[in-house]
């Protein structure tokens, strides 16, 4: 390395990342605080804000300069006042708030990540939700434990099942059945836009409950169904001809994968189709950054969980029996930053 390069060179971005955990619990803390709604469209000053949010000045202050340095808020004349993009997902109310997720990661998985050196050293997972076992297992039976986790992620699923709704052809099929269909929101979406497409959402009894509460939140019961069961020991309700397993493989391990594939291909007519939806990793698992994250949230949390790439995927659905396989991106309205996409095929 030459002597200009060396010179070049300094800390900064070690120091960055080593310093990313402050920046996530003062979002957190805002959050909590509800220092975004609080503020609003209006502008605020510090003694306003702490008022409001019963917090002393002189740390309510920090807060919020902690809040403008991440660009959260902006600041202007001695007042606060949110960002667009806070004011789009932070402010409670809104149809995009993403503050229920925020409580997820803050209560649920910060403190897990702090004993990462442990899961590591042991290749071992640890309760998340729940009293014991992997996040799956106690979703599976406690209703409570159910609405939370489905609840912390149904925000940030919104936009993804709309996308999904007009990127892929769903009216070339009669019935979809939604493989753990969680808060039921793709299924909804895809109806919502193809009016003669009718869909089941097959998951844990808990988490069907929940899901009817999306269906009949936005008036699809006529045409959305629930059916509780357990995708890897239960038959599938009868008559679909296309399944969906959105967010469903990265909770598992390869084999019961392939197995849900498996069952897929020997349940659909022919004709019939899948999809498969996930945040795709690299086929050589070293990026984006996002699914590589989430791959080591997957291996804190779950018994068998990873993060999937767009090669296995394939590799599973051609193994399975399934031809035309195709890839699409979803970044229109879902966002770069999770790389979602989905691989599909016919049987």
Same mark, same amino acid.
């Given at each position: 390395m030459s002597p200009g390069k060396i010179a070049k060179l300094n800390s900064d971005r070690i120091i960055e990342i080593a310093t990313a955990f402050h920046l996530s619990k003062i979002l957190f803390v805002g959050v909590e605080f509800d220092v975004f709604s609080i503020i609003g469209n209006a502008k605020l000053t510090p003694a306003e804000v702490a008022g409001k949010c019963y917090l002393p000045l002189r740390s309510a202050t920090r807060l919020l300069n902690g809040l403008t340095a991440i660009n959260l808020l902006k600041y202007k004349n001695g007042k606060y006042f949110n960002t667009p993009v806070s004011l789009a997902y932070l402010v409670k109310g809104k149809p995009d708030y993403l503050g229920g997720l925020?409580?997820?990661?803050?209560?649920?998985? !910060?403190?897990?990540? &702090?004993?990462?050196?442990?899961?590591?050293? $042991?290749?071992?997972?640890?309760?998340?939700?729940?009293?014991?076992?992997?996040?799956?297992?106690?979703?599976?039976?406690?209703?409570e434990i159910a609405k939370a986790a489905i609840a912390a992620q149904h925000a940030y699923s919104v936009k993804p099942a709309e996308e999904l709704a007009g990127s892929f052809n769903f009216s070339k099929y009669k019935h979809l059945l939604d493989l753990g269909g969680g808060s039921g929101i793709i299924s909804?979406?895809?109806?919502?836009?193809?009016?003669?497409l009718k869909a089941t959402i097959f998951d844990f009894p808990p988490v069907c409950k929940v899901a009817?509460?999306?269906?009949?939140? !936005?008036?699809?019961? &006529?045409?959305?169904?629930?059916?509780?069961? $357990?995708?890897?020991?239960?038959?599938?309700p009868q008559g679909a001809d296309l399944i969906l397993i959105s967010g469903i493989l990265d909770g598992y391990n390869e084999e019961n994968c392939r197995k849900m594939i498996n069952k897929a291909y020997d349940y659909l007519p022919k004709g019939g189709a899948i999809i498969l939806k996930e945040s795709i990793v690299s086929d050589d698992r070293t990026g984006p950054l996002f699914p590589v994250l989430f791959s080591i949230a997957l291996m804190i949390e779950t018994e068998g969980g990873d993060s999937r790439s767009r090669g296995e995927m394939t590799g599973w659905l051609k193994d399975a029996g399934f031809k035309n396989i195709s890839f699409k991106t979803m970044t229109k309205l879902s966002g770069k930053f999770r790389n979602l996409g989905y691989v599909t095929g016919v049987k």
């Open positions: 925020m409580v997820a990661y803050d209560k649920m998985l !910060y403190g897990r990540w &702090g004993e990462l050196a442990e899961a590591t050293k $042991n290749d071992s997972y640890g309760r998340v939700f729940g009293p014991k076992g992997d996040t799956i297992g106690n979703i599976s039976v406690n209703p909804v979406m895809a109806a919502k836009k193809h009016p003669k009817e509460g999306t269906i009949a939140n !936005y008036k699809m019961n &006529g045409r959305v169904k629930t059916h509780p069961g $357990n995708i890897l020991k239960d038959p599938f």
